[in-house]
């Protein structure tokens, strides 16, 4: 089966650095998406790594290393705004042709002033 | 541009009845999944149309079924619904071929059945 874990919550100061965790166990892996969901809203794109290492984009960075079946998301520079749910989430490709994503359950980050 | 737009966005269902939901890709876009989520949960994967044809299934019960049309909108039905059934219903277009830039979510379907 596909097993996705990543911390339920996290908390950190404005204008501190965190990092989510994110470990999987799944088969059919094609690489590894970050997405941000703020409450009551859809879930938006931050990153994808399909080759080990890491990727910049601003203030966010996403690293993966595939023979551990581990990734983080780094937020730097923290603000209020960033206060949201993190979805850590595998591409799977089966043999049909069929792609799909399978989630964590989420890590909750709150941002304090 | 037009991002993935849902209908409707709010839903009250009864149990026992069924219910359409409907979902229009970003222009270019051939693939469409769909998603539950569940309040305090990840989405969970339903099904995946690209070209019209299903490509995967989630494991879901057949009371879930979709299409996908000739303009690559598509629908997902659920019939029989239950309680358990109410949640974020998400759709997702994607690029084939191009992951880089994501699978872009719409807002959803907030499905509540009582």
């Known amino acids: 089966g596909q097993n996705i874990d990543q911390p339920t919550e996290m908390t950190a100061t404005e204008g501190a650095i965190v990092q989510i965790n994110c470990t999987y166990q799944?088969?059919?892996?094609?690489?590894l998406f970050w997405y941000q969901q703020h409450a009551g809203e859809a879930p938006t794109f931050l990153s994808y790594n399909v080759l080990d290492g890491l990727e910049e984009k601003g203030r966010f960075s996403s690293f993966l290393s595939r023979s551990k079946g581990y990734s983080y998301l780094l937020l730097k520079e923290l603000q209020m705004k960033d206060s949201a749910s993190y979805l850590c989430a595998v591409h799977i490709i089966s043999g049909a042709g069929s792609y799909q994503l399978t989630f964590g359950k989420g890590t909750k980050l709150s941002v304090i002033p | 541009d037009a991002g993935v737009t849902q209908s409707p966005t709010h839903l009250i269902k009864t149990r026992g009845q069924h219910v359409t939901l409907r979902c229009s890709p970003i222009?270019?876009?051939?693939?469409v999944s769909w998603y539950q989520q569940v309040l305090g949960q990840g989405p969970q994967f339903i099904f995946q149309y690209y070209e019209k044809e299903e490509r995967g299934r989630g494991n879901f019960p057949d009371r879930f079924s979709a299409r996908q049309f000739p303009n690559y909108s598509s629908e997902l039905n659920v019939n029989a619904l239950l309680l358990g059934d109410s949640a974020l219903y998400l759709c997702?277009?994607?690029?084939?071929?191009?992951?880089?830039?994501?699978?872009?979510f719409g807002s959803g379907t907030r499905l509540t059945v009582v």
């Open positions: 222009s270019g876009h051939k693939s």
């Open positions: 997702a277009s994607s690029l084939q071929g191009a992951l880089s830039y994501g699978y872009t």
């Open positions: 799944t088969s059919g892996f094609n690489g």
